[in-house]
């Protein structure tokens, strides 16, 4: 019996129908700008796609997989077989040049480390008023930094608001 073949569908592809477009390291405005491709008529390879709609991940410009818009791209190929992708987590980025760490969501906690600038935490947690965010971890502990520190990368909205702890008991 001969064997039987079935067609591979070919891969999805973004072409470029507005310059520019930025590629970016994650799906959303606040991360950073890996490139800027200025070529109407590009075509690359769509890899994935965010779950809640609006980014295509693309693979490759300059050799780097990154996240573009949907506004500015035509589509060509069958969307249904490209994978589904959840955001990553927010980060955090300290752009102080040194920044306290806090077991909480004031000055009123203790300081747990002081790190530099370019130290990056995976985001957990905020406040509901966006003053502290909670990061991970430290010695396996979350821990908090304030916003005036820091830039976050991601969706910030897909971060849960938490409680804060209660502050500790005044010294005697």
């Known amino acids: 019996m001969p064997a039987t073949f079935t067609p591979v569908p070919p891969q999805p592809q973004a072409i470029i129908s507005v310059a520019p477009v930025n590629l970016r390291t994650g799906p959303d405005t606040s991360y950073p700008i890996l490139r800027t491709i200025n070529e109407v ?44 992708l959840s955001a990553p987590n927010p980060q ?21 480390a002081l790190v530099e600038a370019g130290a990056i935490y995976d ?4 406040l509901n008023d966006g003053t502290w965010w909670q990061i991970c971890c430290l010695d396996d ?26 502050p500790p008991a005044p010294e005697e």
């Open 92 to 112: 955090a980025v300290v752009l102080a040049d040194r920044l306290n760490i806090r077991s909480g969501p004031s000055t009123d906690y203790p300081i747990v």
């Open 123 to 126: 985001v957990i947690g905020r």
């Open 41 to 84: 008529g590009a075509r690359f390879d769509i890899v994935g796609r965010l779950d809640t709609g609006g980014w295509w991940q693309i693979c490759c410009v300059n050799n780097e997989t990154g996240w573009i818009t949907e506004e500015g791209i035509d589509f060509a190929g069958d969307s249904a077989i490209v994978p589904t």
């Open 141 to 166: 502990n979350p821990a908090w930094l304030i916003s005036e520190g820091v830039e976050i990368q991601g969706i910030q909205d897909l971060v849960p608001i938490v409680e804060a702890p209660p």
